[in-house]
């Protein structure tokens, strides 16, 4: 009697272990988009890229440097 019940309790552990396992075929693919990218010229054609200076400097705020 105790065999079956045994039997019994694997085979319900193995069919609920089943039922909370994730379906390969259902996971959302992974894509990467580059997004364009922002240019700013200075004078002469020159590349700026902005630079945001945060924290304990005497003047904080967003500076283009080339």
């Known amino acids: 009697m105790k065999f079956k019940f045994l039997i019994a309790v694997l ?5 609920s272990s089943a039922a909370f396992s994730q379906d390969l075929g259902s996971q959302p693919s992974i894509q990467i988009v580059d997004r364009p990218a922002q240019y700013i010229l200075g004078s002469g054609d ?5 630079v945001n200076l945060w924290g ?3 003047k904080p705020g967003i500076y283009s440097i080339p």
């Open 11 to 15: 085979i319900v552990c193995s069919f």
């Open 46 to 50: 020159m590349l700026l890229i902005n």
């Open 56 to 58: 304990h400097v005497l």
